[in-house]
C-alpha cells in the first residue's frame, strides 16, 4: 500500500515538475513590475511549493516524526489505563 501511495506522490511531483518547466518559457518576466511579473511569480512560488511538498513525502521525512508520536499516544494510552484502574482502589478506600 505504501508503495502505492508513494507512487501516486512521484507521478503528481512530476506532473508539476512538467507544468512548471513547460510554463517558465512562457511566463513573461522581462515587463518590470506589474500584474504580469507578480502572476508569474506567485504561479512559481505555488508550483514549487506542490512539487517540494510531495518530494518530502517521497522522501519520509514524516515517517520518524510519526513513530515518535505514535510511541507518545501509546504511552499516554498506558498511563490512563493505569489511572482508570485505580481508581476504584481509590473510591473503595474512601467509602
Known amino acids: 500500500m505504501k508503495k502505492r501511495n508513494k507512487f501516486k506522490h512521484v507521478i503528481y511531483m512530476l506532473a508539476a515538475l512538467a507544468m512548471l518547466?513547460?510554463?517558465?518559457?512562457?511566463?513573461?518576466?522581462?515587463?518590470?513590475?506589474?500584474?504580469?511579473?507578480?502572476?508569474?511569480?506567485?504561479?512559481?512560488i505555488f508550483a514549487f511549493l506542490v512539487i517540494a511538498s510531495h518530494l518530502h513525502f517521497i522522501i519520509g521525512v514524516d515517517e520518524e516524526k510519526h513513530k515518535r508520536l505514535e510511541a507518545v499516544r501509546k504511552h499516554k494510552l498506558e498511563q490512563w489505563q493505569g489511572k482508570w484502574k485505580d481508581e476504584p482502589a481509590r473510591v473503595s478506600q474512601r467509602s
Do not use: D
Open 21 to 44: 518547466l513547460y510554463a517558465l518559457p512562457q511566463l513573461s518576466f522581462q515587463n518590470g513590475p506589474g500584474w504580469v511579473l507578480g502572476f508569474g511569480v506567485v504561479w512559481c
